[in-house]
């Protein structure tokens, strides 16, 4: 990369770095939210993919970790890289996973779940979302149980859920949640993944949760 490219890219890098302040605010939004799923925070969102801050807020070079992003998105990548020193890798062999576009299925099952006796080697996936709405203090949360309107409804249940939760998820296909089930089934080995909208709006899926999907786009 020229010199000119690096300061080209600098602009991404700032756009996505959220300040040690807002890092560590965000990360306590994480626990909540993992710990709770189902249950709605709030992240500092920065002036790029909101995605894309938390996981700058996360990775560092012990790192390996794969952007996904749609053609012509590349920049993204390459700050997160460059910003956080996290080393590339491919989504088969990173300890965590952003998704700025919809993974595939294959490429879920593909992740990396580490096993009984090291599930630490599992992926931590952070996937960009249109819409999120279930429970929490945060605007977009849903004030009557049935979720309304297009998406992939979701049954949350397990630890850290009295009962059941509902999490309505616009932006990714059921089959992407049908694979994180499967991938999560021989807990305490599987993925762990945040669910992130465009405002900042985050869930928590940690992959001792059961998942199953009510109804949603095909």
Not at 33 to 38: A, F, K
Not at 142 to 152: D, F, H, I, N, S
Not at 160 to 173: D, E, F, K, S, T
């Amino acid at each position: 990369m020229t010199v000119t490219e690096v300061r080209g890219i600098g602009v991404y890098v700032r756009a996505v770095t959220p300040t040690a302040a807002q890092a560590q605010a965000d990360f306590r939004v994480l626990l909540d939210v993992l710990s709770r799923p189902g249950v709605l925070g709030r992240v500092g969102r920065g002036d790029g993919p909101a995605a894309l801050a938390v996981a700058a807020g996360l990775a560092d070079v012990e790192v390996p970790t794969a952007v996904l992003t749609a053609p012509g998105e590349e920049h993204w990548a390459q700050a997160l890289h460059l910003g956080t020193s996290a080393p590339p890798a491919a989504p088969q062999a990173a300890r965590m996973v952003v998704a700025l576009r919809p993974p595939a299925a294959e490429e879920i099952t593909a992740l990396p779940r580490g096993d009984a006796l090291h599930p630490e080697f599992g992926a931590r996936l952070i996937a960009a979302v249109t819409v999120l709405e279930g429970e929490g203090p945060v605007p977009s949360a849903l004030e009557v149980p049935g979720a309304r309107g297009p998406g992939v409804v979701l049954s949350l249940s397990g630890p850290g859920v009295p009962g059941a939760r509902r999490l309505r998820v616009a932006g990714l296909p059921r089959e992407v949640f049908a694979a994180l089930a499967a991938a999560n089934a021989d807990f305490p080995a599987g993925v762990d993944t945040f669910l992130v909208a465009a405002d900042g709006t985050v869930a928590g899926l940690p992959r001792s949760t059961r998942i199953e999907i009510e109804n949603g786009e095909h």
